[in-house]
């Protein structure tokens, strides 16, 4: 990116004397000066009469973090949850998201001005959108909406969500992946990998078995075999289509052997878990408000995907943020009348936090995964993920000590519960800083809304380690 900056304009914002984190880099510690919403300078003593300062002292200071992976309007209207949703994500330290469109029928013609309309006008948070592929008619018009609307990740469902989500079957999954791929190198196909048969058969036992049942009982319904498989065969048709291949949400495993060892075979994909699967498991005293698909597993599964985020054979993290309402949830409902999805964002960054602690991963490791890689796997990096003169200035200043327990009211966005409820997380934002603008303070937003739905153009490739590694 090129730097417009004179070293002599007038800064609007100084955050002064905080330790920041640099993805790639480590822990500097210095000044950081902001003006018209970018970074401008990079220093120690900056000084300046008319600047703001933030004094970061004793804090941390991460890039803004980029959720790539949530949804929107699942249980109120999409506006009103591009408001709600994204407040609780800037007061927990996301600045950018990546949303999950979803129209089942339609052409994303008639939604994709709506959808930009309310990230424009309502949004805490930038964000970039992968529109949710159903039918051959919207696999068609793919290239017209990364030509109009600069969508350039997409994605599909090898397993449909009762009520939510249909299934597509393996040969429009290859369709879409090639015409995902002709897009260019830098367009992302991004895939729910689950086997749609082996679910529907597992439900259906489940249902015949364990009319009741608790939380750990719905890791049945999604077994890990199903993502496995679903998994190899993907990484099958993206190898012949020549899609970037992305795998959303990993949850198991067995999941994450089949990705060590197409890794070995040379194969380069992106894998993302999500803070719910690293903070959660199923014997979770929460219960059912942890319900999500696929579902939260056994601590030996949750042991996996750490060492997986550790090693790097795990990318990027997300949330699969799905915000209900309890009285739409229906926890009492049970195994199988309580409804998956959850709200997660407000807790993304204390939960990577907190656990990451506790797993002894080292902070850069963890805030890597949440900023620079997810950034420069959608194609928006360096002006997201990191902390460099003509980046946005979009800023975290962390606490890393200070602790809380997570209460849904004090997370502010529609949902009457968290997943994370009642648990005590260590390291919490003090303040979010977005476009330059001190947005989140002190848990209280104290600026308007100014987020922007990012349209991309088509790019390079994305320079990816995890590419480089494989062998090829
Ligand atoms: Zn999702």
Redesign the pocket.
């Known amino acids: 990116m090129a730097n417009r900056y004179e070293p002599s304009k007038p800064l609007d914002l100084i955050v002064r004397n905080g330790t920041l984190v640099i993805p790639g880099v480590g822990l500097v510690k210095a000044d950081v000066g902001i003006a018209e919403g970018k970074i401008a300078v990079l220093g120690s003593n900056l000084a300046q009469r008319t600047a703001e300062v933030y004094d970061a002292t004793g804090r941390t200071v991460l890039p803004g973090i980029f959720d790539p992976?949530i949804?929107l309007g699942n249980e109120q209207s999409y506006e009103s949850e591009a408001e709600t949703e994204t407040r609780a994500a800037i007061l927990g330290g996301v600045t950018t998201v990546g949303i999950?469109l979803r129209s089942l029928e339609d052409s994303y013609f008639q939604h994709l001005p709506a959808f930009c309309k309310a990230m424009n006008e309502r949004s805490y948070v930038d964000s970039v959108f992968h529109p949710q592929i159903f039918s051959e008619q919207q696999i068609e018009e793919i290239p017209g909406y990364a030509e109009q609307y600069g969508n350039r990740s997409f994605k599909f469902y090898m397993s449909g969500i009762p009520g939510i989500v249909k299934s597509v079957t393996d040969d429009v999954l290859l369709h879409g992946f090639r015409t995902v791929a002709s897009l260019g190198s830098d367009a992302v196909a991004c895939v729910h990998c689950e086997t749609g048969a082996l679910i529907d058969k597992a439900r259906s036992e489940l249902k015949m078995r364990k009319p009741e049942g608790t939380l750990a009982d719905w890791e049945d319904a999604h077994p890990a075999v199903a993502e496995a498989l679903a998994i190899q065969t993907a990484l099958y048709l993206a190898k012949i289509a020549g899609a970037h291949l992305y795998v959303?949400?990993l949850s198991s495993r067995q999941g994450l052997d089949i990705v060590r060892a197409a890794r070995r075979a040379g194969m380069r994909f992106t894998v993302e878990t999500t803070t719910p699967y690293l903070g959660i498991n199923s014997s979770d005293p929460n219960g059912f408000l942890a319900k999500m698909v696929p579902p939260v597993r056994t601590p030996e599964h949750q042991t996996a995907l750490w060492e997986g985020l550790r090693e790097g054979t795990i990318n990027t993290v997300g949330t699969?943020n799905t915000s209900r309402a309890l009285a739409t949830k229906k926890p009492e409902a049970g195994l199988h009348g309580s409804r998956p999805g959850l709200p997660a964002l407000g807790t993304h960054l204390p939960a990577l936090l907190h656990y990451g602690r506790i797993r002894g991963v080292p902070l850069e490791l963890l805030v890597e995964r949440a900023t620079r890689s997810p950034a420069l796997v959608y194609g928006i990096y360096p002006q997201k993920g990191t902390i460099a003169v003509g980046s946005d200035a979009d800023l975290v200043i962390v606490d890393l000590e200070q602790e809380r327990t997570v209460c849904a009211e004090d997370l502010q966005g529609m949902s009457d519960f968290s997943p994370f409820e009642g648990k005590r997380l260590r390291g919490w934002p003090v303040a979010t800083i977005k476009g330059g603008e001190i947005v989140a303070r002190d848990g209280k937003i104290v600026a308007k809304a100014n987020g922007r739905y990012l349209p991309r153009k088509s790019g390079p490739a994305p320079q990816l380690e995890w590419f480089a590694s494989a062998q090829t």
Do not use: A, L, Q
Request: hydrophobic share 35%.
């Open positions: 992976h949804h999950f959303v949400h699969d």
